[in-house]
């Protein structure tokens, strides 16, 4: 077991103990999904792949607050809302988007990327410099106004 997932069990405790609803539940699905990444696996998980496991988590639920926010549907974003922030307490620090926008400009020289056509070159070479730092999509997004730009 990785120092991360015990890390996650000893707070799933603590919250049990201190009748802290949301945050045991929300770190009982995420245990039960590094249980099943495992198992898919077949082998212990490292700390990388928690986090992997982790980010996919943190993504599903930015996915259903847009979408529960387009349903007019608050309770849900509220409550989805209150599970990310507990998932992020366990995610490596994300970086600003003056930083992404830093390394998109080195990846952009990294492959003489010239115009928005080149945005699948750059992000092959951007993304593994992010580590999982920053959201894709802000990444794309930053990468497709300096490549207009």
């Given at each position: 077991?990785?120092?991360?997932?015990?890390?996650?069990?000893?707070?799933?405790?603590?919250?049990?103990?201190?009748?802290?609803?949301?945050r045991r539940d929300t770190l009982r699905m995420?245990?039960?999904?590094?249980?099943?990444?495992?198992?898919?696996?077949?082998?212990?998980?490292?700390?990388?792949?928690?986090?992997?496991?982790?980010?996919?988590?943190?993504?599903?639920?930015?996915?259903?607050?847009?979408?529960?926010?387009?349903?007019?549907?608050?309770?849900?974003?509220?409550?989805?809302?209150?599970?990310?922030?507990?998932?992020?307490?366990?995610?490596?620090?994300?970086?600003?988007?003056?930083?992404?926008?830093?390394?998109?400009?080195?990846?952009i020289t990294n492959v003489n990327a010239g115009s928005l056509s080149d945005l699948?070159?750059?992000?092959?070479?951007?993304?593994?410099?992010?580590?999982?730092?920053?959201?894709?999509?802000?990444?794309?997004?930053?990468?497709?106004?300096?490549?207009?730009?």
């Amino acid at each position: 077991m990785s120092s991360l997932e015990e890390t996650l069990r000893s707070d799933l405790l603590d919250a049990t103990r201190s009748r802290d609803v949301v945050r045991r539940d929300t770190l009982r699905m995420v245990i039960s999904s590094i249980g099943n990444a495992r198992i898919q696996s077949g082998q212990e998980l490292s700390d990388d792949e928690v986090v992997k496991v982790l980010q996919k988590e943190a993504k599903q639920r930015r996915e259903s607050i847009d979408e529960f926010q387009k349903g007019n549907r608050d309770d849900l974003v509220q409550k989805e809302k209150a599970e990310l922030a507990i998932i992020e307490l366990f995610l490596p620090q994300q970086l600003s988007e003056e930083e992404i926008k830093s390394f998109a400009e080195q990846a952009i020289t990294n492959v003489n990327a010239g115009s928005l056509s080149d945005l699948g070159q750059v992000m092959r070479e951007l993304m593994p410099m992010l580590e999982g730092r920053a959201d894709g999509k802000v990444a794309n997004q930053i990468v497709r106004e300096l490549l207009n730009s």
